[in-house]
């Protein structure tokens, strides 16, 4: 018997309701805070860092962190931290390749599917059912054989393995809201399919499948790190935060800060996302 | 019954069958040139001329037209033969035959693992009344699944083999050498089988009959674990399945991480020497472990409820 008795926010305006919410949860805030530094990172990485993340100063090889190297140094004196920060365009452009890939093209094929049903809707279920009988990871790992390595051919291996699931929400979003009385009511008018597709059918729809990509981020961002963790993202000296992890693995009984940080990062990073999704996904319940 | 098992079994062939397709047309169709890439990796010489790049497409059959290529290497599959490594020359079959035990040993103790302590997780955040409690158990679940498991693998190794020595850290046979990486496969899993069951935990707590069984005098423990748990149990057995798959991707990465000489860390190798066999035999025998684990799962429902034995058996009896 946990149900709240007496809402506020009801009768707040969505402003202040958002500011009661963050107020009300300081994890919220810090989940904003650290994305909104990552995407500093990724954007405008001089701002953050006025060391260079390739060249290395010879005399500050193995570095521990301190004030002057905030994540330590590594075995050609670079800075870590700058490295990190650097890398994060790398990492979110694949991460961000891999989520608009999937949904966008799951997205497309399942309204298509769902709409028109009959033989579409089938051969499209056929193939679905067939990418979904390789394991995610294995399904990129394939992918990446046959095109190559590289941030682009991550995000597209990472999207390919998570496709299949978003086509087939899509489509069951589709089904259910095919029949609505909205829909029915244009059909009725003689709107003709495309805009009853896109103007009747996809805002309705596309809900859950937002939801889905909010709470995906952080397992595409982990998804794209063990890739480039196993060596399969940009040639080194490109500071990809899974390269990174897989590069501090020789020193690590010397220097632990450079399997260490990189990978709390990401962790970070992974774990804010999460949090977000999850907010944004039981405020929309609230309402 | 014996219908109901007959079409499972159909089903767990056109997954095999079709996990081998997809593999065949990303390998062979997709826009990049295996053969150029393959011999651009290795080490002798510099670039391949076209020349070389012929001869290679020749020896592995690639210059066939794609359908004679798909169907004899479909007619191979079905005699048990996946073709011979680019790298090794030797048959992908043997190789595979080589590493599974030591990918099944490690996916075996981590999925035990990971239901084990998903449902320990899942008891303790729905016992006791204290709703601060409730919401840091449900917590941990989605804290765990946000760590990369690279990281959290070399994190023990740093901890447990080089600074208290407990755990050999590479290359370890033996029991002793399990434990780390499995804890590291198993994680993930924990983390899924917690929140599913947790959540499904929940829900059947507020059911009219937990009240019922509550008002007879059964404590709280009693009740979760009794009455509760093989209620709401089906949600997690479902993603078991989806868990199997996960530990099979996971291996990929522990291997690589401890050095352990499995399927995981084969397929590492073989794509990155981009030996196309390899990659394409790994995972039709990954999808085949997958599709079993499934169809385990699948005869394991009308076991756990007696509704869905009837109905099985009323599709069978028709």
Not at chain 1, 148 to 158: D, E, K, Q
Not at chain 2, 239 to 266: H, K, Y
């Amino acid at each position: 018997m946990t149900a709240t008795v007496f809402d506020v926010g009801r009768f707040a305006s969505p402003a202040s309701n958002a500011v009661r919410r963050f107020g009300s949860q300081p994890g919220l805030l810090i989940a904003c805070a650290v994305l909104l530094l990552v995407i500093g990172w990724a954007v405008l990485p001089e701002l953050f860092t006025d060391q260079s993340p390739v060249e290395g100063v010879a005399a500050a090889r193995f570095a521990s962190p301190d004030w002057q190297h905030l994540f330590g140094t590594d075995e050609l004196g670079r800075d870590l931290y700058s490295r990190v920060v650097y890398g994060a365009s790398l990492s979110l452009r694949a991460a961000a390749i891999a989520i608009v890939l999937a949904f966008v093209t799951g997205t497309a094929v399942g309204l298509v599917a769902g709409f028109f049903g009959g033989a579409v809707d089938a051969v499209t279920m056929r193939v679905v059912e067939m990418l979904l009988s390789i394991p995610p990871m294995l399904m990129s790992l394939v992918l990446i054989s046959a095109l190559g390595f590289g941030t682009l051919n991550v995000g597209i291996a990472v999207a390919m393995s998570s496709v299949a699931v978003v086509t087939r929400l899509m489509r069951a979003e589709v089904l259910r809201v095919r029949t609505a009385v909205h829909v029915e009511g244009a059909i009725v008018c003689g709107a003709r399919w495309p805009r009853i597709l896109l103007r009747y059918i996809l805002p309705a729809a596309v809900g859950p499948v937002l939801a889905l990509a909010a709470l995906d981020f952080g397992l595409v961002v982990l998804a794209v790190s063990s890739l480039s963790f196993l060596g399969f993202g940009e040639p080194p000296p490109a500071p990809e935060w899974g390269a990174l992890v897989a590069a501090g693995r020789n020193y690590m009984a010397t220097a632990w800060w450079l399997t260490a940080l990189p990978g709390l990062t990401v962790a970070v990073l992974v774990l804010s996302t999460t949090r977000l999704a999850r907010a944004l996904e039981s405020g929309k319940s609230i309402r | 019954m014996s219908s109901y098992v007959g079409r499972r079994l159909a089903q767990a062939a056109f997954v095999v069958w079709a996990a081998f397709t997809v593999t065949f047309i990303a390998l062979r169709l997709l826009p990049g040139d295996p053969v150029a890439l393959m011999l651009s990796k290795r080490s002798t010489g510099g670039a391949p001329t076209p020349q070389e790049i012929s001869t290679v497409r020749a020896e592995l059959g690639f210059d066939r037209p794609v359908v004679v290529q798909y169907f004899s290497a479909l007619g191979d599959l079905l005699q048990g033969d996946l073709g011979r490594s680019i790298q090794s020359g030797q048959a992908v079959s043997g190789t595979i035959a080589k590493s599974l035990p030591m990918t099944l040993e490690l996916g075996a103790i981590a999925l035990v693992l990971a239901l084990a302590g998903g449902v320990t997780l899942a008891l303790a955040a729905n016992l006791g009344t204290s709703a601060v409690r409730r919401q840091i158990m449900r917590s941990v679940p989605s804290i765990i699944i946000s760590l990369p498991s690279f990281w959290v693998g070399l994190l023990l190794i740093q901890v447990f083999s080089l600074h208290w020595r407990i755990f050999p850290s590479l290359n370890a046979t033996g029991l002793r050498g399990l434990v780390l990486p499995a804890i590291t496969l198993a994680l993930p899993g924990i983390a899924l089988i917690a929140q599913v069951l947790g959540k499904s935990l929940y829900s059947t707590m507020q059911e009219p009959y937990v009240d019922t069984i509550r008002a007879s005098g059964a404590g709280p423990s009693r009740i979760l674990i009794v009455h509760g748990l093989r209620n709401a149990a089906i949600p997690a057995v479902t993603v078991t399945g989806l868990l199997v798959g996960n530990l099979i991707g996971g291996a990929v990465v522990v291997e690589t991480v401890f050095s352990r000489p499995g399927m995981g860390r084969d397929i590492g190798f073989a794509v990155t020497n981009q030996d196309l066999p390899v990659v394409q035999g790994i995972v039709v025998v990954a999808s085949l472990a997958f599709v079993a684990v499934n169809l385990a799962v699948d005869l394991l429902y009308p076991v756990l409820d007696p509704r869905m034995r009837s109905t099985s058996r009323l599709v069978a009896a028709r």
